[in-house]
């Protein structure tokens, strides 16, 4: 990405509606999310020329990711359209479920990671159902519960003319059942799916909107963290952007959708609680205070955790490795013995003294 903010979308969205020559458009990994995400959905109402579009890795959500919507129900031209690792959420996904019911022109649609839950998912299928053109959907890594994942399938059964071919469900549990349907669904076209394992036995899922996944928040935030490489004070700090030493808990919880951290809703809400004990509606920042110390003791425990995760998935190796040597070195002396002429050997005679 190039670092683009909401004030240079305008710029862009005026290219869009106005060149008729551009068929490819990437604006991955850059900062569009407010008025630059709404001025760029809308531009799309007015453009029949561009056929890819990628604004994947962005900040779309809210009224940004309303607008994409908006503009892709009107658009008569994208066929491949990656709008992965956003925050669409529920909403953005109902407007995205109205412009499947009438766009006629997308074959490709990525959502991956966009906090859809089963309420999002339910307008996305409910538009799919009256969409005859769209043959790849990518929903992995969404808060998707088992049985919402099951209706996608059951859609295209009931409805023939749904044309999806190409459904990735990356890193969500499926049941049983799912896979039933998805036996079904392959007896009548070529059907190819991606999607976390199957998970046996029963499963009473939350009622909550979106699996919680069984997962502590603080392991989901810390996970997060390593690969960005921040500490708990240093996350902390970016999110307080005016220098306050605290936040509210909409600023905490707005910032880290900022910044994509993977977090359910409800997984959101109860790291929100650990850190809000006494429930005042801040997050302070002093280090003294309970709230933060438990993460940043939490945060050491799970680097130790992971460290003695390591430590033990080396000792394992190592065994299993010197069983197979042990292995290999028992077969070849057996088979040195096998190869030995027992008939070569001298006879055993009687050599009792007289």
């Known amino acids: 990405g190039n670092h683009l903010k909401d ?3 305008p710029l862009f969205a005026k290219v869009i509606e106005n060149n008729i020559h551009l068929k490819d458009v990437n604006l991955s990994h850059n900062d569009f999310r407010g008025s630059g995400a709404v001025a760029l959905g809308l531009s799309l109402r007015n453009n029949d020329t561009i056929e890819y579009m ?4 962005n900040h779309l959500r809210g009224r940004g990711a309303i607008s994409i919507g908006i503009g892709l129900k009107e658009n008569l031209g994208l066929k491949i359209l990656k709008l992965g690792w956003n925050g669409f959420a529920n909403d953005g996904a109902e407007t995205i479920g109205k412009a499947l019911a009438r766009n006629s022109t997308l ?7 966009n906090r859809i839950g089963t ?3 339910g307008h996305i299928v ?3 159902q009256k969409n005859y053109t769209l043959v790849a959907l990518k929903l992995g890594h969404n808060p998707l519960r088992m049985v919402a994942c099951e209706t996608i399938l059951q859609s295209i059964i009931k409805h023939s003319s749904i044309a999806l071919k190409e459904l990735d469900l990356r890193d969500i549990p499926v049941s049983k ?7 079904q669904v392959r007896q009548t076209r070529i059907f190819v799916t991606v999607t976390g394992q199957e998970l046996v036995g029963d499963l009473i899922e939350g009622e909550d909107d979106g699996l919680d996944w069984n997962k502590d928040p603080r392991t989901v935030l810390f996970e997060y963290m390593k690969r960005e490489g921040f500490r708990v004070i240093d996350l902390f700090k970016k999110l307080d952007t005016d220098n306050s030493n605290s936040l509210t808990r909409n600023e905490f919880k707005n910032g880290l959708l900022d910044i994509e951290v993977p977090l359910t809703e409800s997984q959101l809400d109860k790291l929100l609680d650990i850190v809000d004990e006494d429930k005042s509606g801040d997050v302070e920042l002093n280090k003294g205070t309970v709230r933060l110390s438990e993460l940043i003791n939490a945060e050491r425990q799970f680097k130790r955790e992971q460290l003695a995760r390591t430590v033990a998935k080396e000792q394992r190796e190592r065994l299993e490795r010197a069983k197979r040597k042990q292995t290999i070195k028992d077969g070849k002396s057996n088979q040195n013995m096998n190869d030995l002429n027992l008939s070569k050997l001298p006879p055993i005679t009687n050599t009792k003294p007289k």
Do not use: P, Q, R, Y
């Not at 059942?177 to 036996?183: I, Q, Y």
């Open 107 to 113: 074959l490709e649609l990525d959502l991956t990671n």
């Open 54 to 57: 990628d604004l994947s890795w």
């Open 177 to 183: 059942d799912f896979n039933k349907l998805l036996k």
């Open 126 to 128: 409910k538009g799919l």
């Open 7 to 9: 004030d240079s979308a």
């Open 119 to 121: 309420i999002g998912l």
